[in-house]
């Protein structure tokens, strides 16, 4: 299953209650551009309200996770109001409430690779 709209600048599947986002532009670096901002906000805000989505996965293609902004496209004034401000606030917003829904969540590294495992109630993997 994948989300409601479509996406150009990452595939996100989903399956057993995981969302696994993966950036999809490595010939770019994975850049946060316009086209990022937009997508990744929408995605956030339905994967927040999902009852199906226990717990949200990010990982790349490519040699680089993300160079980062796009600074050429943040410069654009029309990109900085529609795009980048509101993927600011809706992502804080939905990133808070996943993490509310998820506190049972830890991050831990293994084999030099950030791992999400699930916390038992006795606070054991």
């Known amino acids: 299953m994948s989300l409601a709209i479509p996406t150009t600048s990452f595939t996100c599947e989903l399956a057993d209650g995981l969302a696994h986002i993966v950036f999809n532009q490595p010939d770019r670096g994975n850049p946060v551009d316009g086209d990022f901002c937009r997508e990744f906000s929408l995605a956030m805000a339905e994967l927040s309200e999902r009852e199906d989505v226990r717990a949200v996965l990010i990982s790349a293609r490519g040699k680089l996770f993300s160079v980062g ?47 999400c495992v699930d916390l038992m109630d006795d606070g054991s993997f």
């Open 69 to 115: 902004g796009d600074i050429a496209a943040l410069r654009d004034d029309n990109v900085k109001q529609v795009c980048w401000r509101p993927w600011m606030s809706t992502s804080c917003r939905c990133v808070e409430t996943i993490r509310q829904r998820f506190c049972s969540v830890a991050m831990t590294k293994e084999n030099g690779r950030l791992k």
